[in-house]
T-cell receptor, first 115, second 115 residues
Framework: EAGVTQFPSHSVIEKGQTVTLRCDPI?????LYWYRRVMGKEIKFLLH????????ESGMPNNRFLAERTGGTYSTLKVQPAELEDSGVYFC?????????????FGNGTRLTVT | AQSVTQLGSHVSVSEGALVLLRCNYS??????LFWYVQYPNQGLQLLLK??????LVKGINGFEAEFKKSETSFHLTKPSAHMSDAAEYFC?????????????FGRGTSLIVHP
């Protein structure tokens, strides 16, 4: 089966611009997670979808970040307007269930650089 | 709140030497603990997990970890390091959130293996 895919793999934008990251989960996986890692720091949780619903968005840093998952398939994460501190690697993961035993499958990440 | 702390951002060992990567957790309830590995330009892969039962868990690539409740630790070990083990390793705990369990990660430890 195809794994979790993320587009683009790299993005370099200027402060104030808009960027949209995309995640295609494994087919049939209802749970989709977004994480971000700023260099040298922990991988920080952003939000969790179950199908098209936002189950937990407690990690979203502010209202410049907007995540969607229309139709419960792929998800997008838009940053508008981007700030320097938004630079980092954005990971997406999916799982079939949401239990403690449900394995997460990660994408390779999108490296975002804001200059 | 459930969290994990990884001691040491970098660990350096010689090929064939013991690998020990440290992780301590904070949890008011029995934790569900995981170790993930990330190779360069790839997503995270599950190495092993502890949920219930045997406290010594074995994972892929010869790694194992022991859950020690008295020490609130879940350290990762491998008897003999191989060059291919060079990667970044993340400890994680899954916290309950609205019926699901969200992984919360540590800062990661880079394992460097010298010939």
């Amino acid at each position: 089966e195809a794994g979790v895919t993320q587009f683009p793999s790299h993005s370099v934008i200027e402060k104030g611009q808009t960027v949209t990251l995309r995640c295609d989960p494994i087919s049939g996986h209802d749970n989709l997670y977004w994480y971000r890692r700023v260099m040298g720091k922990e991988i920080k949780f952003l939000l969790h979808f179950v199908k098209e619903s936002k189950q937990d968005e407690s990690g979203m840093p502010n209202n410049r970040f907007l995540a969607e998952r229309t139709g419960g398939t792929y998800s997008t994460l838009k940053v508008q307007p981007a700030e320097l501190e938004d630079s980092g690697v954005y990971f997406c993961a999916s799982s079939q269930g949401g239990s403690y035993n449900s394995p997460l499958h990660f994408g390779n990440g999108t490296r975002l650089t804001v200059t | 709140a459930q969290s994990v702390t990884q001691l040491g951002s970098h660990v350096s060992v010689s090929e064939g030497a013991l690998v020990l990567l440290r992780c301590n957790y904070s949890s008011s309830v029995p934790p569900y603990l995981f170790w993930y590995v990330q190779y360069p330009n790839q997503g995270l892969q599950l190495l092993l997990k502890y949920t219930t039962g045997a406290t010594l868990v074995k994972g892929i690539n010869g790694f194992e970890a022991e859950f020690k409740k008295s020490e609130t630790s879940f350290h990762l070990t491998k008897p003999s390091a191989h060059m291919s083990d060079a990667a970044e390793y993340f400890c994680a705990v899954r916290r309950a959130s609205g019926g699901s369990y969200i992984p919360t990660f540590g800062r990661g430890t880079s394992l460097i293996v010298h010939p």
